[in-house]
C-alpha cells in the first residue's frame, strides 16, 4: 500500500542517514589534513620573516631593536641588511661597525658576513667592522667562531639549522673555523692576511665602544691614525702637511662632533698649527 511504501521509503532514508554523515566527516577531516601538510609545507619552502636594510650617516649612531630581541648598534656611515628566518638569523654588514648584543636561542643561530668573512654565535655580545677592505671583530661577552665563505652578493643563501660553522653552499671553507672569547678579537686585512687572535683589555674595549657614548677616545694614538678615525664622522679634510707629525702619539677624550677642542689641544700641548686652508680643509703643521 502507499502507507507502507512510504514507511519503508523513510525507513531506507533513516537508515541511510549515519552513513552519509560518516562519509562527510571523513572528508572534511581529509581537507583539514590536506589543509595542515599545506601549511607545513609552506612553512618548510618560504621561511623568510624579515629582510630590512639599515643605516647611519656620517657622524650618527643608531640602536636597533630586531623581532627576536636583540640589539643592534650602528656606528657612523654604516649599513647592514637583515634576513631572518624560522631557523635561522642572519645579517650581513655592508659597511662601517656595528655592535651586537643577541638574544640567545641555539635552535636558531645569529650569523654575521662582512666580505668574505662570517661569524656565528648562539648568543653573546661582540663588535664587528669593515672598513675600506679591513675585517675587525672584538667578542665582550660569550663566545663566537669565525671562518671564511666565498665572497656573498646578499644573504639568499641555503643555510640549515643544524650546519656546523665550517659549512657554506659549496660545502667547504679556506681555512678552519677560529674560536674568540670575551676581551678577545682578531682583525684580518683585505689581503687576506689573518692577524692572531688577541687579549683585549677591558679599558681598550671601553675605548673601542666610546662611540656608543658619543666620544671619541684616544690614547697614546699616532696623529695618522687620530686623523683617519675623526675622517670617519665628519666630511672635514684634515691634512698632515709635516712627514714628522704622523707619528706624534696623542691622547685625549672628545666629543663626537664637537672637533675645536681637539685643536685646541693640539696647539697647546704640541705646538702644532692648525690652519684652514679652505672651509672644507684643515691642515695640521710644525710651528715655523
Same mark, same amino acid.
Given at each position: 500500500?502507499?502507507?507502507?511504501?512510504?514507511?519503508?521509503?523513510?525507513g531506507t532514508v533513516q537508515r541511510g542517514k549515519p552513513r552519509n554523515t560518516f562519509a562527510f566527516g571523513k572528508a572534511i577531516a581529509a581537507l583539514f589534513v590536506a589543509a595542515f601538510a599545506l601549511i607545513l609545507f609552506m612553512d618548510r619552502t618560504n621561511?623568510?620573516?624579515? +629582510?630590512?636594510?639599515?643605516?647611519?650617516?656620517?657622524?650618527?649612531?643608531?640602536?636597533?631593536?630586531?623581532?627576536?630581541?636583540?640589539?643592534?648598534?650602528?656606528?657612523?656611515?654604516?649599513?647592514?641588511?637583515?634576513?631572518?628566518?624560522?631557523?635561522?638569523?642572519?645579517?650581513? !654588514? !655592508?659597511?662601517?661597525?656595528?655592535?651586537?648584543?643577541?638574544?640567545?636561542?641555539?635552535?636558531?643561530?645569529?650569523?654575521?658576513?662582512?666580505?668574505?668573512?662570517?661569524?656565528?654565535?648562539?648568543? +653573546?655580545?661582540?663588535?664587528?667592522?669593515?672598513?675600506?677592505?679591513?675585517?675587525? !671583530?672584538?667578542?665582550?661577552?660569550?663566545?663566537?667562531?669565525?671562518?671564511?665563505?666565498?665572497?656573498?652578493?646578499?644573504?639568499?643563501?641555503?643555510?640549515?639549522?643544524?650546519?656546523?660553522?665550517?659549512?657554506?653552499?659549496?660545502?667547504?671553507l679556506s681555512t678552519e673555523p677560529i674560536a674568540l672569547k670575551a676581551g678577545q678579537s682578531i682583525r684580518v686585512s683585505g689581503a687576506r692576511?689573518?692577524?692572531?687572535?688577541?687579549?683585549?683589555?677591558?679599558?681598550?674595549?671601553?675605548?673601542?665602544?666610546?662611540?656608543?657614548?658619543? !666620544?671619541?677616545?684616544?690614547?697614546?694614538?699616532?696623529?695618522?691614525?687620530?686623523?683617519?678615525?675623526?675622517?670617519?664622522?665628519?666630511?672635514?679634510?684634515?691634512?698632515?702637511?709635516?712627514?714628522?707629525?704622523?707619528?706624534?702619539?696623542?691622547?685625549?677624550?672628545?666629543?663626537?662632533?664637537?672637533?675645536?677642542?681637539?685643536?685646541?689641544?693640539?696647539? +697647546?700641548?704640541?705646538?702644532?698649527?692648525?690652519?684652514?686652508?679652505?672651509?672644507? +680643509?684643515?691642515?695640521?703643521?710644525?710651528?715655523?
Open positions: 500500500s502507499i502507507n507502507e511504501a512510504s514507511a519503508e521509503h523513510r621561511t623568510s620573516i624579515e +629582510t630590512t636594510f639599515y643605516a647611519t650617516e656620517l657622524g650618527q649612531h643608531e640602536k636597533i631593536t630586531l623581532t627576536d630581541g636583540s640589539v643592534v648598534q650602528l656606528n657612523t656611515d654604516s649599513q647592514i641588511e637583515v634576513l631572518f628566518e624560522n631557523n635561522n638569523r642572519r645579517v650581513r !654588514l !655592508l659597511r662601517g661597525e656595528a655592535f651586537f648584543d643577541v638574544t640567545p636561542n641555539a635552535e636558531r643561530p645569529f650569523w654575521v658576513y662582512a666580505n668574505d668573512q662570517y661569524v656565528r654565535v648562539v648568543g +653573546t655580545a661582540f663588535l664587528v667592522s669593515l672598513l675600506d677592505t679591513d675585517f675587525n !671583530l672584538l667578542v665582550t661577552e660569550g663566545r663566537v667562531e669565525l671562518a671564511r665563505t666565498p665572497s656573498l652578493t646578499n644573504l639568499q643563501i641555503p643555510t640549515d639549522s643544524q650546519s656546523s660553522i665550517d659549512q657554506n653552499t659549496d660545502g667547504q692576511q689573518t692577524i692572531a687572535v688577541q687579549a683585549v683589555s677591558e679599558r681598550e674595549q671601553l675605548r673601542e665602544l666610546s662611540w656608543q657614548e658619543g !666620544l671619541h677616545d684616544f690614547s697614546n694614538a699616532r696623529l695618522e691614525d687620530v686623523v683617519k678615525e675623526l675622517s670617519r664622522y665628519s666630511s672635514m679634510k684634515i691634512e698632515i702637511t709635516d712627514p714628522e707629525l704622523r707619528d706624534l702619539r696623542f691622547g685625549g677624550v672628545f666629543r663626537i662632533g664637537d672637533i675645536q677642542p681637539l685643536f685646541d689641544a693640539l696647539q +697647546t700641548a704640541y705646538g702644532i698649527n692648525v690652519s684652514n686652508f679652505d672651509s672644507d +680643509t684643515v691642515r695640521l703643521s710644525l710651528t715655523n
